[in-house]
Nanobody, 122 residues
Framework: QVQLVESGGGSVQPGGSLTLSCAASGSITSIYTMNWYRQTPGNRRELVATITSAGITHYEDSVKGRATISRGDSAKTVVLQMSSLKPEDTGVYYC????????????????WGQGTQVTVSS
């Protein structure tokens, strides 16, 4: 069974920095994309950053220049580094793994982490 576990959320003052980490576990053979989404109350989850297995990255406009997404050597971990944080960065951040293949199966599935709260406030 595939699980994603996030860490690194918390409270930070405007202008500060934060690092979010996510580790995927299970009998995973490959993950196509690893992504970070953000959700605020009353809104749907929005894609913040994504990185493919080839290392191609994409960022939502509001975080460009302030965020860096990277994958670990095992390709089963993803880190989102954010700086110059703003109050509008506040929300629950979810790790998402897309195109996950596991041992013994030809199926491809997506998985979500449980979310971690980030609060940017003075």
């Amino acid at each position: 069974q595939v699980q994603l576990v996030e860490s690194g959320g918390g409270s930070v003052q405007p202008g500060g920095s934060l690092t979010l980490s996510c580790a995927a576990s299970g009998s995973i053979t490959s993950i196509y994309t690893m992504n970070w989404y953000r959700q605020t109350p009353g809104n749907r989850r929005e894609l913040v950053a994504t990185i493919t297995s080839a290392g191609i990255t994409h960022y939502e406009d509001s975080v460009k220049g302030r965020a860096t997404i990277s994958r670990g050597d095992s390709a089963k971990t993803v880190v989102l580094q954010m700086s110059s944080l703003k109050p509008e960065d506040t929300g629950v951040y979810y790790c998402h793994a897309g195109g996950v293949e596991v041992v013994g199966s030809r199926a491809v599935a997506d998985y979500w982490g449980q979310g971690t709260q980030v609060t940017v406030s003075s």
